[in-house]
Each structure stands twice: as C-alpha cells, then as structure tokens.
C-alpha cells in the first residue's frame, strides 16, 4: 500500500479546468502528486501530495538502472508495475481531495515517468533517453486522458531531451527586473540561468549530482534512504583529494548543452575515487565529500556562466533552490557560503510555488502545452534544431 504525506492545500473550493502533474525522480524518494490550475499569473496549486515508492518496485528500478541479463522482460514487467502504481496514485490523490477538485474537472495527467537509461550523446544517431511506467495503464484506470513521453520528441530532434524544466521556469520565474537563478536539486541538480533581459537566450542545464551520490552513500554504510537535514555530512570533513578527483570528471568542463543521470553518478564511481584517494577517509568525511561535490559544482557553473558572452552577473543573481535538496540544511548553508555576492539564496516559496510541488507542476504545464499544440522544449537548454510539441496523448475513452 502507498504510504501518503499530505502537502497544504492552497484552494477551498471545487474548480475546473485542473490537470494534475505526476513526477518520480532520479531519487527514488517517492511519487509526487499536484493538481494545479493554470492562469496568466503563477499555477495555482489547489492540492499536493507524495507517495512513498514501495521497496520492492524502488530495487527493480535501480536493478534495471544497470546492465543486466534479461533487460527486455525486466522492464516489460517494471513498466506495466509502475504504471498501475501511478495509476494508483492518481486515483487514490483525487478521491482524497475531491472536495476541492472532481475526476470530472480534470483535463489531463501530465506524467514523466521513471528514467531508467539516459544517454545523452553529441551524435544524435546514439542518443536515448527512456522513461517508463506505462501510460496505456493510466488512462485506462483513471479514466483520464494522459500525457507522457515528453523527452524522446527533444531527443529526435537532436537535442538531449533534458532538463526539460528550464522552459517551466522561464515561464513562471523569470522577471524583466531581476536576474534570478533556478536551482533544483533532485537526484541530480540542474540550474536554470534567467536574464532580465526577456530577449536573452534562455540557459539551463544538469550541473552533476544533486543528492543522488549522498543518498547512494548513507544507504551503503547506514542502511538509511537519505541524509536528513546533511547532519551526517556536517559531522564529516571535506577530503580534498577525494574532492579533486571528483571534480576532475571530464562533464564538469564539459561544455553545454549537456545533461546526465545514474550511469555517471552512482556508488560504483564513488568506491573507485575513493580507492585513488591515500590514506582512505573515514565514512562520514566522505559523505562530507560528497556534499560539498553537489554544491561546488552548482556553484562553479553559476560562476562560469557569469562569465559567458552575455555578461549577466549570475553570482550576485537572486537564487532559489526547489526539489528535495532544498531540506538539507547543511547543503543550502554551503550554497549560501560559496555565493557571498548572491541577493539571496532561499527557496521557490519566496517566489510562491512549494519547493517540493515545483517539478510536478512542470509535467502539469508540459501537459498542457501539449494539449494547446504549443512547444515546450528549450533549444538553447537541450540541443535541439528546433522548438517542439513534447509529448505523446493516450486517450482515456
């Protein structure tokens, strides 16, 4: 059975026009939920909600995250399984919230899926990108038409198909008086550079690991799914070898486009850093490590793209943070160190929209998108030749 926690409701009254935002992230922390109503201001969010990801479907998910024998008849069962379980949750989060919105209210389901291979590539002939939990089962359980396979479209037109977010941000964020920095911290991290200058090329791109490499670590030594409020890390020291070797991976010069995911970043690359690093350090000051990873390399493609051909200033930029990183306390304390010069350094909340609801609302206003025959990818942000209509319909009647 889904484990639920409740989210505040910002709305009291029944109200059309809803499409509801599905997201299961490269964390693996949970399904996040939202039904949002789109208008000319900021999405209102009338409901949220997040399911925990049972134990048994998150191990087939990281199990099929690697090669392995029999692939083919993993992911067949994996994307039926997940597919009844978004399924689940979608049915269970109206029924929960009907006083605020009907079944009948709601336009679409917006639903990104479950990555399970991402490979990005400069040649277009090799680049994939795969996100399951079939949305067939979707729409026929819920009854509600639902979109989904939003990246692969980005993909054949010979971009990465990630992050697909910028666009949502750029649209809900973005301010002709203030230059603001995006940065959302899932299992990967992703930043979203927003001029004041409304012609300016939009920027944004996967910096590296978010918390995936924490949570890969403390669940290795501790057993537990993630490092609350960073106390492990804060108890550590920061081991500057193992920190160079880190950062001396070749995608952190990487120029952009680029995006990334668990093929790059997982426990097996941390075990083999460490194992370059003498004398080994100690459990904690790795995951010390590990944080001032995520935060440097934020920090330094901030500073490096302050430096770009379009002269903005993003180091004194107001910043805010969504996704699940926004809760490590020690985590956002090091942004707040490394970026002396910034406005601030705060959370979407200040900008009215629930760091935690932020993504899930991006899938919501994908949705929408797709069913108003607008595109919502980001040339400039994926590499593709072109704008796009994301996304695939799988009509519920």
């Known amino acids: 059975m889904l484990a639920t926690h409740l989210k505040p409701v910002f709305s009291q009254s029944i109200t059309p026009q809803v499409f509801l935002g599905v997201m299961s992230g490269t964390s693996l922390d949970g399904i996040d939920l939202v039904a ?10 009338l409901a949220s909600q997040s399911y925990d990801m049972p134990s048994d479907i998150k191990y087939l998910i990281l199990e099929l995250c690697t090669s392995s024998n029999d692939e083919i008849e993993k992911l067949g069962h994996l994307d039926v399984a997940l597919g009844e379980l978004f399924a689940d949750a979608c049915n269970r989060f109206i029924e929960e919230h009907s006083r605020l919105f009907s079944r009948e209210s ?13 490979r990005p590539s400069n ?11 079939d949305a067939n089962c979707v729409a026929e ?51 979203t550079l927003l001029s004041d200058d409304p012609d300016s090329h939009l920027v944004g791109f996967d910096t590296g690991p978010g918390n995936v490499l924490m949570d890969a670590w403390i669940n290795h030594q501790q057993g537990l799914a993630y490092d609350k409020n960073g106390a492990w890390a804060a108890k550590g020291n920061i081991n500057q070898q193992l920190l160079n070797i880190l950062l001396s991976l070749n995608y952190f010069s990487q120029p952009i486009p680029k995006s990334t995911g668990r093929e790059q970043f997982n426990l097996k690359w941390i075990e083999q850093c460490i194992e370059s690093t003498q004398p080994k350090p100690s459990p904690e000051d790795v ?19 302050s430096q770009g051909t379009n002269h903005c200033s993003y180091i004194s930029a107001e910043v805010y943070v969504c996704g699940g990183g926004v809760h490590n306390q020690h985590l956002m304390q090091r942004l707040k160190q490394l970026l002396p010069k910034a406005a601030c350094v705060s959370s979407t909340a200040q900008l009215s929209l629930d760091p935690d609801c932020v993504e899930a609302t991006a899938f919501a206003w994908l949705a929408k998108q797709t069913l108003a025959g607008l595109t919502s990818n980001s040339p400039t942000v994926t590499g593709a030749k072109g704008k796009r ?3 695939a319909i799988y009509q519920a009647g």
């Open 106 to 118: 709601i336009i679409a389901i917006g639903l990104h899926g479950q990555t399970v291979r991402h």
């Open 389 to 391: 209509i994301l996304g």
């Open 287 to 305: 995951q010390a490590t590990l944080l001032e990873l995520t935060a440097q390399s934020i920090v330094n493609e901030i500073t490096r793209q």
């Open 36 to 45: 949002v109503r789109f208008n000319n201001a900021l999405p209102e969010v």
């Open 141 to 191: 359980r819920t009854g509600i038409n639902t979109i989904s396979d939003f990246r692969r479209r980005d993909v054949a037109a010979g971009g990465q198909g990630a992050p697909l977010v910028p666009a949502f941000h750029q649209d809900v964020f973005s301010s002709t008086t203030t230059v603001r920095v995006i940065i959302n911290i899932g299992g990967m991290a992703n930043i």
């Open 123 to 133: 040649s277009p002939k090799n680049n994939f990108t795969l996100q399951i939990g």
